[in-house]
């Protein structure tokens, strides 16, 4: 296993991913994301990463750990129980993945699921002596609290939960919180005043979509692998539907109009497979039941594939 550099070029060892479908939608109030596995597996992702010279091994979906009836004084708060399990178990199934091979890959599920697959690939990191950082490809911030969410939906807390805010004492304690330093936001376009202070707060790198038409994504991404790159860390990358626009990508719950185009996506991509850095991926927030004849499940598996390495002139060209 190349875990130093498990997406560079010119490795003549086969490279490992596991995949591992997380099917809950307990953070959403929107039916449908528990599909969301079924789903990019129908869309060909295995298939596609082991095209492109992976050894790679589907390990099925994840399941809740059970979870003893819990009360809160926020009393909006939805499916509590059921998305401390799905903490509890993916975490843990995540630092087992990321002990075993170079890159997992979690298939959503809602974005709740990002409090267990950070969390767990963060305590594998602080194994190895290597920071955590995250690049959180998203229209939200998801830095709310189970006490400043005002919908109750908790898909809006797992990057508050994975850098060890406070107000998740009935949570699991994540083993190796990720210093919000280290956590880079790139899409950002729909923020609550609570969470705006969070990031004045932290120190998180904010990119919203104001920033990314001004430098565009080429400039801010570069400066941030570079940071992880000094520091030798692990890098997480967490890709919501929602930073797509939904013109292109309407398979979401959460919509929220301006998001990066086609190939702003793929670029980012191809210059995440291009440095080598990335030690673990997300894909959040597919929902079928919304989507246009598999317009979005597709799309989310080909920018997948360009981060596992296909480039431009190896796209398929597809017929409908």
């Not at 178990?89 to 890959?105: F, G, Q, T």
């Not at 994975?162 to 280290?182: K, N, S």
């Not at 692990?234 to 797509?244: G, N």
């Amino acid at each position: 296993m190349n875990a130093l550099n498990p997406l560079g070029a010119g490795l003549t060892e086969m490279r490992t991913c596991q995949i591992l479908g997380v099917p809950t939608q307990s953070g959403t109030s929107q039916p449908g994301c528990v599909m969301g596995p079924a789903a990019f597996r129908t869309a060909g992702l295995v298939n596609v990463v082991k095209e492109l010279g992976w050894d790679v091994v589907d390990l099925g979906d994840a399941t809740p750990a059970p979870q003893a009836r819990l009360s809160h004084p926020n009393p909006i708060l939805r499916n509590l129980e059921e998305t401390i399990g799905w903490t509890r178990s993916v975490s843990k199934k995540a630092a087992e993945m990321a002990r075993s091979c170079d890159i997992p890959v979690f298939l959503g599920g809602d974005h709740s699921m990002s409090a267990g697959t950070v969390s767990g690939v963060a305590e594998r990191a602080a194994e190895l002596g290597q920071p955590q950082f995250v690049l959180w490809l998203d229209a939200h911030s998801d830095l709310h609290t189970l006490s400043t969410t005002t919908s109750g939906n908790l898909h809006g807390t797992p990057v508050a939960y994975f850098t060890g805010q406070t107000g998740f004492e009935i949570f699991p304690p994540p083993t190796a919180p990720v210093d919000p330093r280290h956590v880079c936001m790139m899409g950002i376009r729909s923020v609550d005043p609570a969470e705006k202070q969070r990031i004045a707060d932290s120190g998180i790198a904010t990119l919203d979509m104001r920033a990314l038409d001004e430098l565009g994504v080429v400039q801010p991404l570069r400066e941030f692998l570079e940071r992880v790159r000094q520091g030798n860390g692990r890098l997480h990358v967490s890709l919501d539907v929602d930073f797509l626009d939904p013109m292109i990508a309407p398979a979401v719950g959460t919509t929220v109009p301006g998001g990066a185009t086609f190939r702003e996506a793929h670029l980012i991509m191809e210059m995440l497979h291009d440095s080598g850095l990335v030690t673990s991926l997300d894909l959040a927030e597919l929902n079928p039941f919304l989507d246009d004849r598999a317009r979005t499940s597709r799309l989310m598996t080909d920018l997948a594939a360009s981060l596992f390495g296909r480039r431009v002139l190896d796209r398929p060209t597809r017929t409908h």
